[in-house]
Nanobody, 124 residues
Framework: QAQLVESGGGLVQAGGSLRLSCAAS????????MAWFRQAPGKEREFVAA????????IYADSVKGRFTISRDNAKSTASLQMNSLKPEDTAVYYC?????????????????WGQGTQVTVSS
């Protein structure tokens, strides 16, 4: 059974940093693109970043470009999201996702595999 488990969320002051991790198991996630989405209270789920299966290509939402970095370690079946210069508007539940198609996508409906989410709260 495919499983994604996020960790690393927490409370941080504005300007601070957090590193989210995603542990994958149950399928050959090393061949799948992976992505991070987030959802703030009362808002729709939004794309944050995505990475191809070999890490050769990444895409980011404009709101996080230059501050967040997505990476992966296929040998460990993990993906990470390094978040720097955090802002209060980054407060949300962050989800790790994966899809079997090789191309990257901004659309949450195109990612069938989801973790349970981890809360990130940025105080002003």
């Amino acid at each position: 059974q495919a499983q994604l488990v996020e960790s690393g969320g927490g409370l941080v002051q504005a300007g601070g940093s957090l590193r989210l991790s995603c542990a994958a198991s149950g399928r050959v996630f090393s061949t799948y693109p992976m992505a991070w989405f987030r959802q703030a209270p009362g808002k729709e789920r939004e794309f944050v970043a995505a990475i191809t299966w070999n890490g050769g290509s990444t895409i980011y939402a404009d709101s996080v470009k230059g501050r967040f970095t997505i990476s992966r370690d296929n040998a460990k079946s993990t993906a990470s999201l390094q978040m720097n210069s955090l802002k209060p508007e980054d407060t949300a539940v962050y989800y790790c996702t994966a899809r079997s198609r090789s191309s990257l996508s901004y659309r949450p409906a195109e990612y069938p595999y989801w973790g349970q989410g981890t809360q990130v709260t940025v105080s002003s």
